[in-house]
């Protein structure tokens, strides 16, 4: 026999094909696959044991993970915001890092950030134990939360060492905290110039604190905006807001051109609304819109309202 037909005919043989390796998936697949998994809503340990667990799979995983952490950060605690500042440049040099590694790290984290989130939970602050023995609870304000610090502390040092230059949308998550705490704290008084964006979500981990969310918010009043300017940001979302809420941070941010609002409750308050202010968009809590859909015009934009508001 042909010794090549016989190589040929061994090679393409099922039994030869079923030993062969699975096809590996393109990069760009996995990457695509990574940012989705880090990107979709979570609690915070379904997101730490999500960054253990893909770290784990291989090196490839590792470093398009890198990446995608790297672009959209998420700081869920002090630690969390610690390790975060340490990739800074300014504060590698300051720290005498010599390493090539954290070097490179911090190269890539600096340039490649476009958002940051920062987690807020009232009730971990609060209460220490099993989570199953833990009483439902709501931390009105804290000067001196570790958590909420953590968060002034990150946008003071991005501002001041004036790092981060793409970073464009800032996202704080407030869970189980009273609404006080931006505007009593000065949380934002140091807010980074190049960020358009500014987010701010509360959310009640319980049935059981529905009520007190309804009394929190009749008991909230106008705050002294004066104290916090941001000109830059260009598109204001704030979800489970008092009415009031939304015109303290429109006060602090007067340069706001679209304004989303999830869960609104009485728009009269807002009247009239800055003349800057040329989109309206009305969410329900119930149907999360995708960053493609708002992009797309798919967004119910109440232009009626809107010119009603700003009259």
Not at 63 to 86: D, Q, Y
Not at 120 to 147: E, Y
Not at 271 to 282: G, K, M
């Amino acid at each position: 026999m042909n010794p090549a037909t016989s190589t040929l005919s061994h090679t393409s043989s099922p039994e030869s094909s079923t030993k062969r390796s699975p096809p590996w998936l393109p990069f760009e697949l996995i990457s695509l696959i990574l940012t989705e998994l880090w990107e979709a809503p979570q609690t915070l340990a379904e997101r730490s044991a999500l960054l253990k667990n893909i770290t784990l799979v291989n090196r490839t995983w590792l470093a398009l993970f890198v990446r995608v952490t790297s672009r959209s950060v998420h700081i869920c605690n002090p630690t969390s915001a610690e390790a975060f500042l340490r990739l800074l440049p300014e504060r590698t040099l300051m720290q005498g890092v010599s390493d090539l590694l954290t070097a490179e790290a911090s190269k890539v984290a600096n340039q490649m950030c476009r958002s940051v989130t920062f987690h807020v939970d009232g009730s971990a602050s609060l209460v220490s134990g099993p989570v199953a023995d833990r009483t439902p609870a709501t931390q009105m304000h804290s000067p001196s939360d570790a958590a909420s610090t953590a968060m002034s502390t990150v946008l003071y040092m991005v501002t001041v060492l004036d790092q981060l230059p793409n970073l464009r949308h800032v996202t704080i998550d407030y869970k189980d905290w009273g609404y006080d705490d931006i505007f009593d704290q000065l949380r934002v008084q140091t807010f980074p110039p190049q960020v358009t964006h500014l987010s701010v979500n509360y959310s009640f981990t319980t049935p059981a604190l529905a009520p007190l969310l309804i009394y929190l918010k009749s008991l909230y009043r106008r705050q002294d905006s004066s104290r916090i300017r941001i000109p830059n940001v260009r598109h204001l979302s704030l979800s489970s807001v008092p009415a009031e809420f939304i015109v303290d941070m429109l006060q602090a941010c007067p340069n706001v051109e679209t304004l989303e609002v999830t869960d609104p409750a009485r728009l009269d308050a807002l009247a009239p609304l800055p003349s800057s202010v040329r989109t309206l968009i009305l969410r329900h809590p119930s149907v999360p819109l995708s960053r493609s859909q708002m992009i797309s015009g798919r967004v119910h934009r109440v232009a009626a309202e809107l010119q009603a508001l700003q009259c």
